[in-house]
């Protein structure tokens, strides 16, 4: 049974991870709007986390606060999903990550809205309607790609074919997120079809991340968010 | 940056929006800039990205800028002088009671 520890620091590493992922696209988008966009969706993320890992901090009773969770821990100790510590890719393969990502991270943000506990309830009844809007955001993008151009469309099913395998893992039975699989399949197949394309045939699913196993993509992503504080522990500016 | 805004020509370019805010109810939507888009659903969201992120609005509006038509700065002293010496044309002359803010 996961403790509240548990729940909160997969729920603050899947946020703090994608935002640091999509942070990356920062005056490299295609456009600058999409820049904005991408940036406010990192930004939402990196906000989610700082709260949901403070709140493990607090649980765990160590003294931790949410930057040493964030800054302070090695690969091994992150706890996020395989999918958020994906390479951005091109356009269409972030977009991708974000679709599946988002329409999931709603719903389950809907469901801890009314999580027994207080501290939980009040960040998911936030962040749920930041995520409503991150959901949308991807989905329509879904939508122009897959019925865009020969190559927006080519990009687009690339971009999906690379994310799939992960989806399995943010329904794993042993998270307890299981009862939420028929309503984002719904939704992403709805989104698909409106954008012609076809929902990926199943395929085997890799899971790990919540136990510690993850790709070699996520080292590299820590050694540029934690070199500040592990080369000046406790830099203040 | 795409080959769009490296300047290969309009027709790679996503089609300019104006943007229009209103701040809160009861006041009037206000020009607040502009933003490049696809679509008005694309255009609507750039605009929610670019111009409310900190609070500014609660309400927006977009409008393809060709939509708008525009008035010629040659014919400026035409259209505008005259109101220039008409100071009665002002409701100067009235008493705004003290805690009104918008009339």
Known sequence: MATLFDHAIRLGDDALILGQRLSAWCGHAPMLEVDLALANIALDLIGQATL???????????????????FRRDVLDFRNCLLVEQPNGDFAQTIARQFLFSNWQE???????QAPSPALSAIGAKAVKEVAYHARYASEWVVRLGDGTEESRRRMIAGLDWMWRFVDELFDPEDGA??????????VAATLRAASLDVPGPRRGVLGGRKGHHSEHL???????QFLQRAYPDASW | MSKASKGEGPAREWPLWEVFVRAKNGLSHKHAGSVHAADARMALEAARDTYTRR?????LWVVPSSAITASDPGEGAALFEPAADKIYRHPTFYTIPDGVKNI
């Open chain 1, 52 to 70: 949901f890992l403070k709140l493990a901090g607090e649980e765990e009773g160590k003294g931790r606060d949410a930057d040493a969770l964030a």
């Open chain 1, 107 to 113: 719903l389950l943000m809907m469901e801890i809205a």
């Open chain 1, 178 to 187: 299981s009862s939420l699989r028929p309503a984002w399949d719904a939704r």
């Open chain 1, 219 to 225: 080292g590299h992503l820590l050694c540029e968010m």
């Open chain 2, 55 to 59: 609070m500014e609005g609660v309400s």
